[in-house]
Nanobody, 127 residues
Framework: QVQLVESGGGSVQAGGSLKLSCTVV????????MGWFRRAPGKEPEDVAA???????TYAESVQGRFIISKDNAKNVLYLQMNSLKPEDTALYYC?????????????????????WGKGTLVAISS
C-alpha cells in the first residue's frame, strides 16, 4: 500500500518561511507527478503547486513567486518551500500523487487526477 507522509508544518509569523516534506512510502516517486493542495478553515480545497512526470512545475496564482515545489527522486521526497508567508496561507496542506500516468505539471495541478493522498500537515501564519 502506497503511503504519503507529510511533515514540516508549523506556526510562523507573516513574512516567514516553512518547508514542507512529503515522503512516498513503498513505491518510487521518480518519474511520477505529484502536487501540494491545501484546505483553509471553512473554504474549499485549493490547488497549490504540482510537478509533472517530465519535471515541469506549475503554481497557483496565489503562491506564484513565493512557493517552490521540488522532488528528490533518490529519496522519494516531495518538497514545498514556502516563503513570504501570509495569514491567508493558513491551511491544512496535503501532498498527493499519481503514480501511474505521465502528465505535465499543468495537467497534474488538479485534485481529480491524484490517486494517493497524505493526511496533511497544518500551517498557521499569524499577522
Amino acid at each position: 500500500q502506497v503511503q504519503l507522509v507529510e511533515s514540516g508544518g508549523g506556526s510562523v509569523q507573516a513574512g516567514g518561511s516553512l518547508k514542507l516534506s512529503c515522503t512516498v512510502v513503498k513505491q518510487s516517486a521518480g518519474g511520477h507527478c505529484m502536487g501540494w493542495f491545501r484546505r483553509a478553515p471553512g473554504k474549499e480545497p485549493e490547488d497549490v503547486a504540482a510537478i509533472g512526470s517530465d519535471g515541469s512545475t506549475t503554481y497557483a496564482e496565489s503562491v506564484q513567486g513565493r512557493f517552490i515545489i521540488s522532488k528528490d527522486n533518490a529519496k522519494n521526497v516531495l518538497y514545498l518551500q514556502m516563503n513570504s508567508l501570509k495569514p491567508e496561507d493558513t491551511a491544512l496542506y496535503y501532498c498527493a500523487a499519481d503514480l501511474a500516468l505521465s502528465m505535465t505539471a499543468s495537467q497534474a495541478l488538479s485534485q481529480e487526477v491524484m490517486d494517493y493522498w497524505g493526511k496533511g500537515t497544518l500551517v498557521a501564519i499569524s499577522s
